[in-house]
């Protein structure tokens, strides 16, 4: 099996939502494998390329997990059970990569297709797997806590915008404790207008910017 492990390159450095532009190498990665009952199967660490080389069993689910200082955690899931040989085969490579992301403490990112309809909280369906991908760094990274912004547009009176911006926070929050992450570990804070991504005047804004400035970041508390 090899294993790389990688990280994002942004459009510009250290900034997250700047969009991603390509990937590195990230060596020196922690990499351990484990049975479907937690048992250790192999660890060790990437070479200085990202690389990482063993043999597995078949008949397993295994869970790939990849670790790093100042990065978060990052897992992977894969099956040996149907693996077949050919005649004379006695092998195969199994490839597969770890993403592993950056820890910027303090910094709201923003969140991939986390926008609201106007006047309204409700988790729109094409939200669910940007909130699901986030339920698993959750999970892979257990130490740590985070505090989910959310955002109206310019339009309404501030007070009744800071209100509904704290429901669709509160709203993010609901589902994740719905997929199982501790409460304790979650945040909601509504700023309402007050942090618009496009500063327009309001009565000139098209409704793509009101749409990109209703939204909900996350960032890591600690």
Request: charged content about 25%.
């Amino acid at each position: 099996m090899t294993v790389m492990t990688r990280k994002n390159m942004f459009n510009i450095q250290d900034d997250p939502n700047s969009g991603i532009k390509s990937k590195a190498p990230l060596g020196q990665s922690l990499i351990k494998i484990t049975d479907e009952n937690g048992t250790k199967i192999k660890d060790g660490y990437s070479d200085n390329n990202g690389f990482f080389y063993c043999e597995i069993p078949i008949g397993k689910n295994l869970t790939i997990l990849g670790a790093k200082l100042e990065y978060l955690n990052a897992t992977i899931e894969i099956q040996t059970n149907n693996i077949r040989f050919a005649e004379k085969e006695f092998s195969k490579t199994i490839n597969t990569e770890l993403i592993l992301d950056k820890i910027y403490t303090d910094r709201e990112i923003n969140l991939e297709n986390i926008y609201y309809d106007y006047d309204k909280w409700d988790i729109r369906p094409e939200a669910k797997p940007t909130l699901d991908q986030l339920a698993k760094i959750l999970n892979d990274n257990p130490q740590i806590e985070i505090q989910l912004s959310s955002h109206t547009d310019c339009r309404g009176e501030e007070l009744y915008n800071t209100e509904l911006s704290q429901k669709r926070a509160q709203a993010a929050i609901d589902y994740l404790i719905a997929e199982g992450i501790d409460s304790r570990r979650l945040i909601a804070k509504g700023f309402g207008e007050t942090q618009p991504v496009v500063a327009c005047p309001c009565d000139q804004c098209t409704d793509a910017q009101h749409q990109t400035n209703r939204r909900t970041t996350f960032k890591v508390l600690k």
